[in-house]
């Protein structure tokens, strides 16, 4: 069974930075797809930024700039480096992972693994 355990998140003033790890029991290099997402207390979980296993990323345009998501195979390992963080960005923060395909892009998508999650809040 994979797990993924994530980890970094806590209080800043806005106009901060804060990097987020999430750590997996498998390898990363064989997963096909990991994903950052977020949920706000009444929103919908979006998704954030992607890596693939051939290291393409894709971002959420309201992160792009501000947000590097980066892996390191050799300690299983999923990043999330957030700068200029502003109040908006207060949610809780979760990595998802698949074996099965190029599914991340949806949180509803096939065989997603996720962890439980870790809060970020941004004062103004």
């Known amino acids: 069974q994979v797990r993924l355990m994530e980890s970094g998140g806590g209080s800043v003033q806005a106009g901060g930075s804060l990097r987020l790890s999430c750590a997996a029991n498998?390898?990363?290099?064989?997963?096909?797809?990991l994903t950052w997402f977020r949920q706000a207390p009444g929103k919908e979980r979006e998704g954030l930024a992607t890596?693939?296993?051939?290291?393409?990323?894709r971002y959420l345009p309201s992160v792009k700039g501000r947000f590097t998501i980066s892996k390191d195979n050799a300690k299983n390992t999923l990043y999330l480096q957030m700068n200029s963080l502003n109040p908006d960005d207060t949610a809780m923060y979760y990595c998802?992972?698949?074996?099965?395909?190029?599914?991340?892009?949806?949180?509803?998508?096939?065989?997603?693994?996720w962890g439980q999650g870790t809060q970020v809040t941004v004062s103004s």
């Open positions: 998802a992972a698949s074996w099965v395909g190029y599914t991340c892009d949806d949180s509803r998508g096939e065989g997603l693994y």
């Open positions: 498998g390898h990363i290099d064989s997963a096909y797809c």
């Open positions: 890596i693939d296993r051939d290291g393409s990323r």
